[in-house]
């Protein structure tokens, strides 16, 4: 007769079940103490000097106040403090962790374990070795490497591995070693799903979302205005691991719960937040890619209605911007133009808006009958023929339109009720320049796409949309006008995408045909388009808004990586892909396919999370 063993229950333990053990052979008492004490001596590591030498950017020279990298460091210390005072049951700190405060701790362990071992190799690197390293940099290396092992010997339910038969080969022996070994890899920082989040006033609740608003916004200035590579790659692995743990802990989901229960509030709380973005800013520097992230996220939006909502694979959605730029810059009072007029702002974007339209229109009309990678080709096809057809329009290959290659020039600033956007304004004590003036209007502009988007998603309409996605013969079979359906979600797509074409007219003064390729290293174009809504999310809102300032702000901060830009940002699109097919902001409904082990909603949502 044989006893099974359990590991005690603490407040943050492995259900019961398979036998709960540490990835590394320690007492879990002693694993949790080290752990916390651990990151507790990392936070002290970080008011250390970490370097002689101001040479390393950051000046990690100065005792008592931490600088650069040592300031992300201290951030990973602090929420590993956090989660493991949570998992000794510390009063007042059982809110942190409704999910698994051990998945939470390993997590946030190894985001400030990786961020100082970047940091402490960065410096051997660029210095010449660690000779250059004071006693707070071999501290935190030290302290750091303590706390990530103190936090893989907390216990974790392991996986029974996969019968196998003896006489297999030897490739097949290894091959199921390696795949139960990832099965314990991803059984180690597996969490329970998190308790429900309860209901608190009305005024608490907004307030939570208030300060959701207030870390967004001060998370994506500080990774926008990191002013040195090293910074931002180290911002990256800490976002990166750090977001895991919250996740992991159960605050995502409560934080995702709370804003569902006021969604209006949740909305403009958001574009408050980014409206205050240009004035965090010293400067206009920023604000540019804050209007051309705003410009990418909101095509993005208008192609997440065709490809997200609708299921239709548009590869060509690029030129639909680009017929709304061209429609707006030959109105717009440009010399280039053959027309000689000059619209006001509100008949310029009807203009861009209706071109778009009708081109939708007049493109879906004969091709939307075709289904998958059939309707892919052709609506690349039709990308190709828009960017070839404003090239030839050079009254040499064709009429004088569009001025051929050297496009549409000289596109005068907007001038709305006596708003020069091209000047700079003083409000309320601060300096707001020409590209921030086009972010407010280009946030405006977003929160209409938005409104278009929510509205349509929960009509009738937006219904026969997700029907047709998910099983068009049968969306067919009850009664759905399927080709109507369809013509309408490209309509709308595609004029969506023209409103964010008459402001990328006038922000980027010229308009040429090389702007709108179906690939290339600059977005927008249609592939980083697609990118972003797969990446995003297929089917929500916020999703490829994220993806899509994702896809234009990180290789605009990896260009110091030279030739191997795209590679690594190819590389880290594909870990994501396969480790998160469903997406950074998911449909409820695709994460339930990807992930089938994943408990049922108890309301399933139209659009999505």
């Known amino acids: 007769m044989t006893t099974q063993t359990t590991a005690p229950e603490t407040p943050s333990a492995p259900a019961t079940g398979a036998p709960a053990t540490g990835l590394i052979a320690l007492p879990e008492h002693i694993g949790r103490a080290l752990a916390a004490g651990g990151a507790v001596l990392t936070i002290v590591a970080t008011f250390l000097a970490w370097t002689w030498t101001a040479e390393f950017p950051g000046d990690l020279t100065v005792y008592g106040y931490p600088g650069g990298l040592q300031v992300l460091v201290l951030v990973g210390g602090a929420l590993t403090t956090l989660f493991a005072l949570a998992s000794y049951g510390v009063k007042g700190l059982g809110w942190l962790t409704p999910g ?7 997590l946030a362990a190894l985001a400030t ?3 100082a071992w970047y940091t402490v190799i960065a410096i051997s690197s660029e210095l010449g070795g660690v000779v250059n390293l004071e006693p707070g940099g071999y501290l935190v290396a030290v302290t750091t490497l303590a706390t990530l092992v103190g936090a893989l010997a907390l216990p974790f339910r392991r996986p029974e591995p996969d019968p196998i038969d003896p006489d297999s080969t030897g490739w097949e022996h290894f091959r199921h070693r390696l795949a139960h070994a990832w099965d314990t890899t991803k059984a180690v920082f597996a969490a329970d799903a998190p308790r429900p989040a309860r209901s608190l006033p009305s005024y608490a609740e907004i307030l939570i979302i208030v300060a959701m608003m207030a870390l967004g916004l001060t998370v994506f200035t500080y990774g926008i205005g990191t002013p040195y590579d090293e910074l931002f790659v180290g911002f990256l692995i800490m976002a990166g691991f750090g977001f895991a743990a919250l996740n992991k802990a159960g605050l995502i989901a409560h934080a995702s719960q709370i804003a569902a229960r006021h969604q209006n509030i949740s909305v403009c709380g958001a574009f408050i937040a980014a409206a205050l973005f240009p004035f ?16 990418f996220a909101t095509v993005a939006l208008g192609l997440n209605i065709v490809v997200g909502l609708a299921g239709l694979l548009d590869l060509g959605y690029v030129a639909f911007l680009g017929v709304g730029a061209y429609a707006a810059a030959l109105v717009s009072g440009s010399p280039n133009s053959p027309f000689d007029v000059h619209f006001p702002f509100w008949a310029a974007v009807l203009v861009g808006g209706a071109a778009s339209l009708v081109f939708g229109v007049l493109i879906g009309a004969p091709t939307l009958r075709l289904r998958g990678d059939y309707l892919a080709i052709v609506t690349l096809g039709f990308g190709e023929i828009f960017r070839i057809t404003v090239n030839n329009l050079d009254g040499t290959s064709g009429p004088d339109l569009t001025n ?9 600033n907007l001038d709305v009720l006596g708003f020069d956007f091209g000047a700079q304004h003083d409000i309320g004590g601060f300096t707001i320049g020409r590209f921030a003036n086009y972010f407010f209007l280009m946030l405006i502009i977003t929160a209409v796409v938005v409104l278009v988007f929510r509205r349509s998603g929960n009509s009738r309409i937006g219904r026969a949309w997700v029907a047709i996605r998910e099983d068009e013969t049968a969306a067919l079979a009850m009664g759905i006008n399927g080709f109507r359906v369809k013509l309408i979600a490209f309509a709308v797509g595609a004029s969506l995408a023209g409103l964010a074409g008459t402001v990328q007219a006038h922000v980027t003064y010229t308009v040429t045909p090389e702007q709108y390729l179906f690939a290339g290293a600059v977005p927008p174009n249609s592939a980083f388009l697609l990118a972003a809504v797969v990446l995003g999310g297929m089917g929500t809102i916020a999703g490829p808004l994220i993806g899509a300032a994702l896809l234009f702000l990180i290789p605009n901060k990896l260009q110091f990586l030279g ?21 950074i902001v998911p449909n409820r409904r695709r994460q339930l396919e990807f992930h089938e082990e994943a408990d049922a909603p108890a309301v399933l949502g139209k659009t999505g999370a």
């Open 280 to 295: 965090t800013q010293t400067d206009d520097q920023y604000a540019t890619l804050g209007v051309y992230i705003l410009i």
């Open 113 to 115: 374990f990786a961020t």
């Open 404 to 412: 051929g290659s050297n496009g549409i020039a000289s596109i005068p």
């Open 100 to 106: 698994s405060a051990d998945a939470a701790i390993k």
């Open 563 to 583: 030739d191997y830009q795209l590679f690594a940002f190819g590389l880290a699109l594909i870990l994501l892909m396969r480790f998160r097919p469903e997406g």
